[in-house]
């Protein structure tokens, strides 16, 4: 059954550029942790932004700033320079109320219920009648008066995704939602988060490092790298523009020798690795050159072999 959240009926802020869209963006972020020759440069002029509605997945590997953006997002650090816009208004207390943000593991009280949780906030908010339905959405409804002791890590995360659907925020932000989960609580969170996107309409970020995971509940991925920029875009152009062309020729290895790019004899063919746009003029050569083409196929990669490759440079 589509349980549907209540929306936000008031409009106290100024929506600015959410008009077009834009639920979250990071302008020019730039965080430095520590003084002198042993600083850290965390983030580095680091911009992206986060559409209404869509899912995106924040990527690095180890170190490369992604608990600093989110943390920063949330309030919880300063930003040397660069600015956080939410919905098109520079963040403060009023429009970060718009986002709702699980970026530390959720703090829940072993002896309250789940019900007890959300009723507890919802007090804060003063405003109950948001619990039932987030109950409902967070699959926690027959559970709703068992207390958390009893409750699975994968529940435990789906009450603190709960926790930050109170105040009907329009976009959420989740660091490592999946993190230590078995494969059904990560299966629970990952068709939670859809239904939020899909039929709640938020905006998602999400930080993790299950890149099989990513790419199944991500619209799109933002790929940091030493605090900046690597990649980003839709999951299927990236996997597609770093994919592989196959070849099945009758003389793999000939083959192999007169193209004029990297090349893998694998599986009784030629696997050449190059640009989509290049496509044509290497096919064009290869039939000039008299070889037999019995097969030719564009293989997609896929998001591990992307992150693999925009992250595998040195640092500088
Ligand atoms: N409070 C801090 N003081 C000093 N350095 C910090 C602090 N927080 C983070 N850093 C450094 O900033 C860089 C970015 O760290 P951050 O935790 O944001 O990376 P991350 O991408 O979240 O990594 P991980 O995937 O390992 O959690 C790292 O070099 C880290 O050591």
């Known amino acids: 059954m589509a349980v549907g959240l209540p929306q936000r009926s008031e409009e106290p802020y100024d929506m600015g550029v959410s008009a077009a869209g834009l639920a979250l963006q990071v302008v ?29 997945g924040l990527l690095g590997p180890n170190g490369a700033g992604k608990s600093t953006l989110l943390r920063i997002i949330a309030g919880l650090i300063r930003q040397d320079a660069g600015e956080i816009r939410i919905f098109g208004a ?8 718009r986002l709702g943000m699980l970026v ?40 709703a008066d ?12 789906r009450l603190g995704i709960g926790c930050t659907l109170i105040g009907r925020p329009e976009a959420i932000v989740l660091d490592e939602p999946t993190n230590g989960l078995d494969p059904d609580g990560i299966q629970e969170v990952r068709a939670l988060i859809r239904d939020l996107s899909e039929k709640d309409g938020l905006a998602v970020l999400l930080s993790s490092h299950l890149l099989a995971e990513v790419e199944r509940v991500c619209d ?13 875009g839709a999951v299927a152009d990236l996997t597609r523009e770093q ?8 003389n793999p290895q000939a083959v192999a020798a007169s193209i004029n790019h990297e090349t893998e004899l694998q599986e009784g063919g030629v696997f050449v690795r190059l640009e989509a746009s290049e496509v044509p003029d290497m096919l ?3 039939i000039r050159s008299g070889a037999r083409v019995h097969e030719a196929k564009w293989v997609r990669s896929d998001l591990e072999q992307v992150f693999l490759s925009e992250t595998r440079e040195a640092r500088p």
């Open 28 to 56: 020019d972020v730039r965080k430095r942790f520590g003084r002198g020759n042993r600083s850290v440069l965390a983030l580095d002029d680091l911009s992206l932004s986060v559409h209404a509605g869509e899912v995106v």
């Open 90 to 97: 520079a963040a403060g207390p009023q429009n970060r109320r």
């Open 104 to 143: 530390e593991a959720p703090a829940l009280y072993p002896f309250l219920t789940a019900r007890e949780h959300l009723d507890m906030l919802g007090r804060a908010e003063n405003n109950r009648s948001e619990v039932e339905p987030i109950l409902r959405r967070v699959g926690l409804f027959a559970a």
């Open 146 to 157: 068992k207390k958390v002791a009893g409750f699975s890590l994968g529940m435990k995360q």
């Open 220 to 232: 799109r991925v933002v790929i940091i790298n030493h605090g900046r920029l690597a990649a980003e």
């Open 243 to 250: 994919g592989r062309f196959h070849l099945r020729v009758d």
């Open 284 to 286: 064009q050569a290869i």
